[in-house]
T-cell receptor, first 113, second 115 residues
Framework: AQSVSQHNHHVILSEAASLELGCNYSYGGTVNLFWYVQYPGQHLQLLLKYFSGDPLVKGIKGFEAEFIKSKFSFNLRKPSVQWSDTAEYFCAVTTRGFQKLVFGTGTRLLVSP | DAGVTQSPTHLIKTRGQQVTLRCSPKSGHDTVSWYQQALGQGPQFIFQYYEEEERQRGNFPDRFSGHQFPNYSSELNVNALLLGDSALYLC??????????????FGQGTRLTVV
């Protein structure tokens, strides 16, 4: 069965600090990878996605993620966080054919001004 | 362009009761999936509906059932509610034809509290 691990459950950063959130998945086949963000009181929104091609993908709001197939990883990065990035971040995977999304447990990010 | 809408936003039920949650998919989408998000956890897949049939199911008991209507909207029903069913229930819609490279759009969820 597929699973997704997010190593950091809570992260606290100051504004302008760099961010990297880890995500590892377990599945031997071809996968699609996603990062979703949930701002306080809002619905899950897609930050970025990887289907194929360039393993470095850029998303909204200055976020990017790198797919490293050999490490089964899809880490999320942002060079300089803002207070408005305070949210919960979820990594998710689905196999081709899109049957279901398997989510990690999430990382709660708090950015202090 | 309407996104995914869910109703109600909040609900309080008593143990043993039954509940129905509703979802309207994003315009143009034909597939609806339901997820349960317990406090401090990531969303867990309940089931997916396409062409009014349940296509795949996660590890949830038969107390959880669903329905999809011809207009692609969907309902999630939970019978014999338990305290552990308290969670945020999320609906996600997608377009089946783009199955290889599709993404899901989520509603704001229904917060169910069982007392």
């Amino acid at each position: 069965a597929q699973s997704v691990s997010q190593h950091n459950h809570h992260v606290i950063l100051s504004e302008a600090a760099s961010l990297e959130l880890g995500c590892n998945y377990s599945y031997g086949g071809t996968v699609n990878l996603f990062w979703y963000v949930q701002y306080p009181g809002q619905h899950l929104q897609l930050l970025l996605k990887y289907f194929s091609g360039d393993p470095l993908v850029k998303g909204i709001k200055g976020f990017e993620a790198e797919f490293i197939k050999s490490k089964f990883s899809f880490n999320l990065r942002k060079p300089s966080v803002q207070w408005s990035d305070t949210a919960e971040y979820f990594c998710a995977v689905t196999t081709r054919g899109f049957q279901k999304l398997v989510f990690g447990t999430g990382t709660r990010l708090l950015v202090s001004p | 362009d309407a996104g995914v809408t869910q109703s109600p936003t909040h609900l309080i039920k008593t143990r043993g009761q039954q509940v129905t949650l509703r979802c309207s998919p994003k315009s143009g989408h034909d597939t609806v999936s339901w997820y349960q998000q317990a406090l401090g956890q990531g969303p867990q897949f309940i089931f997916q509906y396409y062409e009014e049939e349940e296509r795949q199911r996660g590890n949830f008991p038969d107390r959880f059932s669903g329905h999809q209507f011809p207009n692609y909207s969907s309902e999630l029903n939970v019978n014999a509610l338990l305290l552990g069913d308290s969670a945020l229930y999320l609906c996600a819609s997608s377009l089946r034809l783009q199955a290889l490279n599709t993404e899901a759009f989520f509603g704001q969820g229904t917060r169910l509290t069982v007392v």
